[in-house]
């Protein structure tokens, strides 16, 4: 793969050309560099990539463009957004789906991640053209069909919200592509890249998203706890949901959900080389979260799975109490419905040997000690 020949194939989808600078093309050429280097795609994950990466340029375009046109998005003021900025596999995504219920709460769901433009509006959100093409997508899904085990690892239906690395992935800085391919090499350029700019596409996205539909933003991804004082400086008053889990069975968990979705895309035995790598990365993000917590923790509420698991509405309750939010008796009931529905498990059982991934729990939790003991993991 060539960037120039992605790139042209994202400005002919989209027919147009101003990317709003040059900022992606680092990351793109570190991205096609790896997948070269170590993804050892089969015959569906060439095109798939190929895919992926015209569809977010093209985004990024359609995103530029809009702006252009309507320059007062200037004057949106993304207001008191909250960053659910724990480990993959310590609860983000049942928290973020549990809190998206709320009736003031504005988080993204796929469909808008991925094609922003033009920004959906209140009226219209459910009957969207892009959430029902999203809804008949999942029925249908490729990956379901071909990947029928996934969704006891991970799921995020069109209706709920997802991660914010699909609009991160615009700017080309995103661990989306290391959750769908084995790529080491993209991951430390992830890793030594400021995030700065990344963070500031990512703020254009959600004044253009909430323009139409406004509400206040919670939004989650794995990814933001590398970048906690990007994120401080872009969203002078985010507030930061830390949420705890034992670090060895996140790492293990996330590495058995890499390769999970990364066997429709390769035929490769990745399993070892994934735990070396989503070790390196879960630890960096516990240790970037730390450091940027003496910096900044007075922003910062903790959250511990075991609660969320044993008691999600009284675990809830006592988040927003401590982020000031108000708990409205709707929001009440919706969550307990939501509770009542989406039970864990419901789609099986997640099973892993930490073994599998060359991953031994000993050596793992000797590192983050101190951070397992601090939130009484340990």
């Not at 659910?84 to 789906?97: C, F, N």
């Not at 070892?272 to 990365?281: E, N």
Request: net charge negative; glycine share 6%.
């Amino acid at each position: 793969m060539k960037a120039e020949q992605l790139i042209d194939a994202a400005t002919t989808t989209a027919a147009l050309t101003d990317f709003g600078g040059d900022g992606y093309r680092e990351g793109l050429d570190a991205l096609l560099a790896s997948f070269d280097e170590s993804a050892e795609p089969n015959a569906i994950g060439e095109p798939t990539i190929e895919a992926l990466v015209t569809s977010t340029l093209a985004a990024r375009l359609q995103v530029v463009d809009w702006w252009t046109q309507h320059p007062e998005l200037a004057h949106e003021q993304i207001v008191d957004p909250v960053f659910i900025v724990g480990v993959a596999r310590s609860g983000t995504t049942a928290l973020s789906h549990l809190l998206s219920v709320d009736p003031a709460v504005r988080s993204p769901r796929q469909w808008e991640a991925q094609a922003p433009v033009p920004p959906p509006e209140v009226a219209s959100y459910d009957t969207d053209e892009r959430h029902l093409a999203a809804l008949e997508a999942d029925e249908n899904s490729i990956i379901h069909a071909l990947n029928p085990g996934f969704k006891a690892m991970h799921y995020d239906p069109p209706n709920m919200p997802t991660e914010c690395v699909p609009i991160m992935a615009q700017h080309l800085v995103s661990l989306q592509f290391n959750a769908m391919f084995h790529l080491p090499g993209y991951a430390d350029f992830v890793l030594g890249v400021d995030h700065v700019p990344t963070y500031q596409h990512h703020k254009l996205v959600y004044q253009l998203l909430q323009s139409r539909h406004p509400g206040r933003w919670v939004l989650k991804s794995p990814h933001h706890a590398l970048a906690v004082d990007a994120i401080a400086e872009v969203y002078p008053d985010a507030r930061f949901v830390w949420t705890h889990r034992d670090p060895a069975t996140c790492i293990a968990s996330t590495a058995s959900i890499s390769c999970g979705l990364g066997s429709t895309f390769s035929d490769a035995d990745h399993r070892v080389a994934a735990g070396k790598l989503w070790t390196t990365l879960l630890t960096e993000m516990i240790d970037r979260t730390g450091d940027a917590r003496q910096r900044h923790g007075d922003r910062f509420v903790d959250v511990d799975y075991r609660d969320l698991v044993a008691d999600p509405l009284a675990t809830t309750a006592r988040l927003y109490d401590d982020l000031g939010m108000d708990l409205s008796a709707e929001a009440e009931q919706r969550m307990a419905a939501h509770v009542g529905e989406h039970r864990q498990h419901r789609f099986g059982r997640h099973e892993y040997e930490l073994a599998d991934f060359g991953l031994d729990a000993d050596e793992l939790n000797e590192p983050l000690s101190s951070y397992r003991e601090t939130y009484g993991l340990a």
